[in-house]
């Protein structure tokens, strides 16, 4: 049987902070017979009004369905969670935030209790869950088997991305989409510290940076092109050398304004590592051709 049926299969949520609460009401409002256990019982509670079954042990909470999701904090409670149940025969899907190879292990764990699985990332917040138009998803990797049977029930509370069946590249796709995001969180810090105290309000500077970083964010797609190529050189517009020259006027500038460079200076540095390495290969270079010094042994 696949969740296409009308009836809506029984499922199971372990783990009711404020995701898993937000899920757990999206697959209420669907209809789907739901399971819930939490370690703090008042939140399992506060959603039996709203038609969610309580157990009383993480133990029952997996005796009653097949399909087990679990939102726990962090991979070592699914461990606390889980060690003394019976995964015999369960489809587990994990939404719990782990690294890549905290997935792999959990899905050899899973597996060596009988149990397939499927790991997980949410890009979401708790507010977007299962608002429509909002951009929910969720990746999800390891069992296609498990992922196919019950994609219709994990696409209730947000759209989902299936990347794959080793288990930790959903941890991975989730992590290096997050990673960029404090990348920028760190830029647009530096530059709202860089006016204040200045006759320029923040809100002014608001609608400047959105669209500079809306015009500069071609550098996706451009570094990936050049990543897979491995050409750093053809049809560069802004070249490494007057870019490391540059950023010497960012510095100052963070120095006049008496602003610590501390977010920004990493990238910087790379830069100018990636020059002075062999300046005649790299002056005419993209910025992307830096990329490459990060994964050398020793510098993780
Ligand atoms: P919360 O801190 O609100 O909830 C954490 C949950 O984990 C609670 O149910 C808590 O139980 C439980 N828990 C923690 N430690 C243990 C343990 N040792 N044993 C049993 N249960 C435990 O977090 P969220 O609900 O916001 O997040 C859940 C997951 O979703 C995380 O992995 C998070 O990274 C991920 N996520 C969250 C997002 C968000 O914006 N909130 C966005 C994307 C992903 P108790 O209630 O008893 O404390």
């Known amino acids: 049987m696949t969740d296409t049926h009308v009836t809506k299969r029984p499922m199971t949520l372990l783990g009711l902070g404020d995701m898993g609460t ?13 399971t819930v256990w939490n370690r703090t019982a008042a939140k399992a509670e506060a959603l039996a009004s709203e038609g969610a079954r309580v157990a009383a042990s993480p133990a029952e909470a997996v005796g009653a369905s097949d399909l087990i999701v679990l ?3 962090d991979d070592a409670s699914i461990g606390a969670v889980l060690d003394a149940a019976d ?5 587990l899907v994990n939404l719990t935030t782990g690294t890549p ?3 792999r292990a959990r899905a050899a764990w899973a ?13 979401a917040t708790p507010a977007m869950i299962g608002a429509p138009g909002a951009g929910a998803y969720v990746f999800y990797s390891g069992s296609r088997p498990l992922f196919e049977a019950h994609r219709g029930t994990l696409e209730v509370p947000a759209a989902a991305r299936f990347v794959g069946e080793d288990p930790g590249h ?15 969180f760190a830029g647009i810090s530096h530059a709202y510290a860089l006016i204040e105290g200045e006759d320029i309000a923040p809100k002014d500077l608001a609608p400047l940076l959105s669209e500079w970083l809306g015009a500069m964010g071609f550098f996706v797609g451009n570094a990936a092109e050049r990543l897979t190529s491995r050409e750093f050189t053809g049809g560069v517009v802004s070249n490494l050398a007057m870019q490391v020259a540059a950023s010497g006027t960012l510095l100052r500038t963070a120095a006049e304004q008496g602003v610590s460079p501390e977010l920004i200076s990493p990238y910087l540095d790379l830069m100018r590592e990636r020059l002075e390495s062999d300046p005649a290969a790299h002056a005419g270079e993209d910025t992307a051709g830096a990329i490459t010094l990060l994964r050398r042994p020793g510098r993780s």
């Not at 995964?87 to 489809?91: I, N, P, S």
């Not at 991975?172 to 920028?184: F, K, N, R, T």
């Open 87 to 91: 995964l015999t025969g369960k489809d």
């Open 22 to 34: 937000a899920l757990a009401r999206t697959w209420l409002a669907a209809g789907h017979p739901l």
């Open 111 to 123: 597996e060596a209790r009988g149990a397939r699985f499927l790991d997980a990332g949410i890009m």
């Open 101 to 103: 190879a905290e997935g």
């Open 170 to 184: 959903a941890a991975l796709h989730d992590v290096a989409l997050l990673s960029a995001m404090y990348g920028l």
């Open 71 to 73: 939102c726990l904090l």
